[in-house]
């Protein structure tokens, strides 16, 4: 042991010597990276999450405890992955900030917000997270909630450049981490379910003038848009588009996610998201595959030149994305060397592809799934159930639902064992044609049946085959496509996942931040983080001394059940001492005295219909943001209609609604709030939560 500690301390020491007299991060040095630095999103270009360092190690593990902690000023999602350069620590928050830390000893050096506006939040599905910075010659680069680009100094969080790379009439988003390949920053963007059409940009590092653009879903208007799927579009992908809403919506297929470089092949691989409505139906009259929705897209780094893709879903229908994580290995298969693509998608296949060709190696489920018997080895498409296109009127419940078998939370795969560890998910979906549809620009815009939930409404009947949706995280055999072990969890929404060399597995649920035998999936160290940790971590070597850093705090498309606590970062080392102070207790609203409220001559039905397709996606899933039926705002139709319609809070993520309904479809959601507020029970007082 104490050799081990030796050996670290002078490695430790070489590199902090070499790091005072060399230069930015660069191509060279990410794909030479030993460790003890985090260059980039995934640690290096193959995105494997898998770190060298051994001195935290199955054997250590328990003598970790926290070093330093920081608190941020944002208490919504936290999904950042650290960066660690040059002995500094990078991440970001919710609104797309940036912060600086001494990454030995938690220092802050400089913080940055690009002050996003609040009604921003509006537009963004899943919250106003941001996974992570990239950093590229001196500069931190960052996107931001409302679609800009931003290059920042590496040493004082300074402006270099800020660029707009999203049409701003538009309900684009961009949350996820850009990356830096040969000098281009690579940025996608969100916002599909609203009803925008999606890309992927390149930027030159420099000067933030864009180098390419590749567009994944055709031009509504059958024109070429002069960028770099001009081609593909012309020779392939425009005829698997038939007529359909997509020409007002734009089709969706953004780029929210998943970029990852192959510096062996020279080839970059994106993954694309979900169709506008999901309905296929209404999007594209039921027919063709609809390219380049739910696929991995291979281009051409400097140019955005298209080589190959691959389909996961083709005619996508459930929101069943393929911008989850992708990451590259050398895996032997069947005896033979391959360079692969990996994959485990929304749509509950883990996909291992040939990296040069795009050629589907194999398919298996990693969770359980009805949508689709198999993958057709020989086609590469999935042998669909008959009741899997909800088609005539009838409503599918299928797994997997919408949130996915796995969704953004990267997964991690370790060299040394031969597995993928995934932080899987089970659920059902419920999927029907609505009686009638109309695209709405801005809106919530899935093409499904939305269930009544007025006075008038009826329970719908129990469905059969339904089941508590959970977590798992799964160790996965690639090469076998099989489970080596797994972990369950009754929580669905959970953290992403780190491997190291130290033979571990680290991976949250709910406020416990775990270590795990890789090899065994045995726990071997627990901490309470005092609130749920979604984000993966993220690992470091200073001075012989190595750095565990993990981002806490709870939102995304899955985290809104609980209270809103303000974000945190903690950073562990062995023989760590520090101890976080506990969270306050989250504040419960007392139940609303209705007999203040001015009584509504509105339509709670019609008011029903209303909440469903505005108000429901952000306000109905918990406490997280507020409980409209709980609001003291409902009781004065004045004020209700300043906030509602006239952004009266859009500062504090509030958008006005005015511009897509008006004071008579404001007092019926009255109507039906209040009704809403006369069902619910009293609130239960919260009890405070703490940290190790």
């Known amino acids: 042991m104490q050799g081990l500690w030796r050996r670290a301390a002078v490695i430790g020491l070489a590199l902090g010597l070499a790091a005072c007299g060399r230069g930015g991060v660069d191509a060279k040095r990410i794909e030479a990276a030993d460790g003890s630095e985090w260059l980039t999103y995934g640690r290096t270009y193959d995105e494997q999450r898998f770190s060298p360092l051994s001195q935290v190690n199955t054997d250590t593990v328990s003598k970790l405890g926290v070093a330093w902690w920081a608190e941020v000023d944002t208490d919504r999602g936290q999904e950042a992955t650290p960066l660690i350069a040059d002995g500094v620590l990078y991440t970001t928050t919710a609104w797309s900030k940036v912060y ?86 690579l940025i996608g963007n969100g916002g599909a379910e609203y009803g925008v059409r999606g890309y992927v940009s390149a930027y030159d590092a420099d000067s933030g003038k864009l180098a390419w653009r590749f567009y994944t879903t055709p031009n509504p208007k059958g024109s070429p848009d002069n960028a770099a799927s001009d081609k593909v579009f012309r020779d392939k992908a425009s005829a698997t588009w038939s007529d359909g809403v997509w020409k007002e919506s734009g089709g969706g297929g953004t780029v929210w996610d998943a970029i990852t470089y192959d510096p062996k092949l020279d080839l970059l691989f994106v993954g694309v998201g979900n169709g506008n409505p999901w309905n296929h139906k209404l999007r594209s009259g039921g027919k ?100 899997a296109r909800y088609n005539g009127g009838q409503v599918s419940t299928q797994m997997s639902g919408a949130l996915g078998g796995h969704n953004w939370q990267p997964m991690a795969f370790s060299p040394k064992t031969g597995l993928v560890y995934i932080p899987a998910q ?60 797994s972990v369950a969890f009754p929580q669905m929404w959970t953290s992403g996942v780190l491997a190291t060399d130290g033979g571990l597995v680290f991976h949250a649920v709910n406020n416990a931040f775990t270590a795990y035998d890789a090899a065994k999936g045995a726990p071997l160290w627990s901490y309470d983080t005092g609130a749920r940790a979604i984000a ?81 996606t952000c306000h109905g899933a918990g406490p997280y943001l507020p409980n409209l039926a709980t609001s003291p705002a409902i009781l004065d139709p004045d004020g209700f209609k300043a906030i509602v319609l006239d952004g009266a809070l859009k500062a504090n993520g509030m958008a006005p609604f005015r511009r897509y309904f008006g004071d008579a479809e404001a007092e019926d959601l009255r109507a039906f709030l209040l009704w809403q507020a006369a069902q619910t029970p009293a609130p239960t007082p919260a009890a405070p939560t703490h940290a190790q």
């Open 100 to 185: 600086a830390f001494d990454a030995k000893t938690g220092k802050p050096l400089w913080n940055y917000d690009p002050k996003v506006p609040g009604e921003a939040g509006f537009n963004a599905c899943c919250d106003v997270v941001n996974r992570g910075a990239a950093i590229w010659k001196g500069r931190i680069y960052v996107g931001t909630l409302d679609g800009r680009l931003i290059a920042l100094d590496a040493k004082t969080g300074a402006v270099a450049w800020d660029v707009q790379t999203t049409d701003k009439t538009r309900p684009y988003t961009i949350t996820g981490a850009p990356r830096v390949v040969k000098g281009k920053v």
């Open 426 to 485: 089970h659920g059902h979906g419920f999927y029907a044609d609505p009686a009638e549809f109309k695209f709405i620009p801005g809106a919530w815009n899935t093409g499904m049946l939305r269930v009544a939930g007025g006075p008038s409404a009826k329970a719908p009947a129990a469905r059969p085959g339904m089941f508590p949706a959970k977590g798992e995280l799964i160790a996965w055999d690639p090469v076998t496509q099989t489970k080596r072990w």
């Open 288 to 387: 063709g595959d609809n390219l380049f929705l739910s696929s991995i897209v291979a281009l051409r780094p400097e140019t955005g030149e298209y080589v190959w893709h691959y389909q996961t879903t083709p005619g996508e229908s459930w929101d069943y994305t393929a911008t989850q994580h992708i990451m590259l290995a050398d895996l032997k298969i069947a005896g033979v060397d391959r360079r692969v693509v990996m994959q485990a998608p929304k749509n509950g296949f883990f996909y291992v592809l040939d990296a040069r060709t795009g050629a589907l190696i194999s398919a298996e489920k990693f969770v359980p799934v009805d949508w689709a018997e198999k993958v057709d080895l020989k086609t590469g498409r999935p042998v669909e159930a008959a009741f």
């Open 536 to 616: 993966p971590a993220a690992t470091y070597a200073i001075d012989g001394e190595q750095y565990v850093a993990l981002m806490v705090g709870n939102g995304g498309a899955g985290g809104k059940d609980q209270p809103r606590q303000r974000g945190r970062l903690l950073v562990f080392k062995l023989g760590g001492a520090v101890t976080p102070p506990a969270y306050p207790a989250p504040v419960t609203p007392a139940k609303l005295d209705l007999s203040l409220a001015t009584p509504s001559k509105g339509d709670a039905d019609k008011g029903s219909a209303t909440y469903n397709l505005f108000c429901g």
